[in-house]
């Protein structure tokens, strides 16, 4: 097997096997903190909101100087230091007694992360650039199902063996991935070569890429997308409810939730595969265009069958969307700067899983959960013309110049 395929193997395990122990929480984080003492339901749901965001705040802060360092001292690294480090913190997790002491490990966990942007700045590297976009696609699998199959093993976990267990089991799983990567992954940094180059400050690092007009324009649609998926994230059992009523509330909540994850970890490959036939910016724009589409229809459903179905269609259009932004700021990336450029991106990712369900929920009072969806119908159109003038206009001159 090819160098850059046992790479994209063991990282696609790696992305499962984070996801999964970040996502593995959410179904008993509040039944934790009532185990914890506190009893009060007001307090046991602003505890839980608190330390579920505690992650992604610091997350979104730290991800760029990660990936400063990581372009001095090699991807691979910097794997490596997130993913046993998130081991380790994630098993601290179950011996926590107060949610002070959780919601602090939590914010660690966020700093300490990076595992995601370092496994698709070291698969950038690696794959050839005329199979980029499969690479990232397939990466982007691993997530999305480790994103899914994470709530649901968490649960069933939490059934047979209490909540301690499952922080220790996903510290082993972490460390076990993490080692898989030190064992088998190679990364083709040189080192020499980085210590040349003169060091630079995060702010500095930025402003050099921001000079390449493509690179805000894919961070800003990172940002769109994120925003746009999670807005109706948190109301989607209500809406369930709302068009459903209270039998099998649960499950069906449940379903709702992940046949968009199913469609995702299907369409990723095949879309990544394909951009590289025919263009990543042709993929994107469609795909935003293609998930506003889907989105708008969701306002006007009168039955689960039917949200089933339209989250359904969103979730392949949602495939060809972050993975291709991912293979597009390696295109237009200088040589040397992708861990940085990667970090930037995934703190917008982070600023669009805090902002969009926060707001999402802030507005439905005012406009309705219906009115959510069309909102985030008209984020991603707009979204989709921005990113066909700017993208569009870059392929010209590149033509133009040849």
């Not at 008993?28 to 307090?43: A, C, S």
């Not at 809406?239 to 649960?250: M, P």
Request: glycine residues 12%; contains cysteine.
């Amino acid at each position: 097997m090819e160098r850059w395929k046992i790479n994209l193997a063991v990282l696609w395990f790696g992305q499962f096997f984070v996801m999964s122990g970040m996502t593995m929480i959410v179904p008993f984080l509040p039944l934790y903190i009532q185990e914890m003492g506190v009893t009060d339901p007001h307090e046991v749901a602003v505890w839980a909101g608190v330390i579920f965001a505690g992650n992604f705040i610091t997350a979104f802060l730290f991800q760029p100087f990660w990936g400063k360092v990581a372009d001095r001292y090699g991807r691979k690294v910097m794997l490596l230091r997130s993913g046993f480090g998130m081991a380790a913190v994630m098993t601290l997790m179950g011996f926590a007694v107060n949610p002070w002491q959780l919601l602090l490990l939590r914010v660690l966990n966020g700093t300490i992360s990076g595992f995601v942007p370092a496994a698709v700045a070291l698969m950038s590297a690696s794959a050839p650039k005329e199979r980029m976009g499969f690479a990232m696609g397939t990466l982007q699998s691993g997530m999305v199902a480790g994103t899914i199959l994470g709530p649901v093993i968490g649960g069933v976990l939490a059934e047979i063996s209490g909540f301690r267990p499952i922080f220790y089991i996903t510290g082993g799983l972490l460390f076990t991935s993490s080692l898989l990567a030190l064992l088998t992954v190679k990364d083709k940094f040189d080192k020499k070569e980085a210590a040349k180059k003169p060091s630079i400050s995060v702010a500095e690092g930025f402003r050099k890429l921001a000079k390449i007009r493509q690179i805000p324009v894919l961070l800003a649609t990172t940002f769109i997308i994120q925003f746009s998926m999670m807005s109706s994230m948190p109301l989607m059992p209500l809406f369930v409810q709302q068009i459903h009523g209270e039998e099998r509330l649960a499950l069906f909540s449940g379903l709702v939730g992940s046949v968009t994850g199913f469609s995702n970890m299907i369409a990723s490959p095949l879309l990544g595969k394909l951009s590289d036939r025919i263009g990543g910016e042709k993929i994107l724009i469609v795909s935003l265009i293609g998930a506003a589409i889907a989105t708008l229809p969701q306002a006007f459903v009168t039955n689960v069958g039917q949200l089933l179905t339209v989250r359904f269609i969103l979730g392949l259009f949602i495939g060809g969307m972050i993975p291709t932004v991912n293979s597009l700021i390696r295109k237009f990336t200088p040589d040397g700067m992708e861990s940085r450029a990667y970090g930037f991106g995934s703190s917008s990712l982070s600023l669009g899983n805090m902002l969009g369900p926060t707001i999402g929920g802030a507005v439905s009072g005012l406009i309705t959960i219906q009115g959510v969806f069309v909102m985030a119908t008209g984020i991603l159109l707009c979204g989709a013309a921005w990113a066909y003038v700017q993208l569009r206009e870059r392929g010209v001159n590149r033509s133009t110049s040849s």
